[in-house]
């Protein structure tokens, strides 16, 4: 798990990628049904990414 930075300016493109772990229980609902999961611990993480990304006429 780790942190990566990335700038590519022929491309236009840039990013802060942090690998991690996470889990998460979650509901909802809608007119004509309920959802909810699992209880958070019962998760297990195969991957899980935060990332913020500029590119196109917001890189600089």
Do not use: Y
Not at 14 to 28: H, L, P, S, T
Not at 32 to 37: D, I, L, N, P
Not at 40 to 45: D, F, H, L, R
């Amino acid at each position: 798990m780790g942190r990566t930075k990335l700038r590519d300016l022929k491309n236009g493109f840039a990013g802060d990628f942090v690998q991690n772990v996470a889990q998460i229980a979650w509901a909802g609902q809608t007119d004509t049904a309920t959802f909810v999961s699992d209880p958070a611990e019962t998760s297990v993480n195969e991957f899980s990414l935060l990332a913020h990304e500029r590119n196109g006429v917001f890189f600089s």
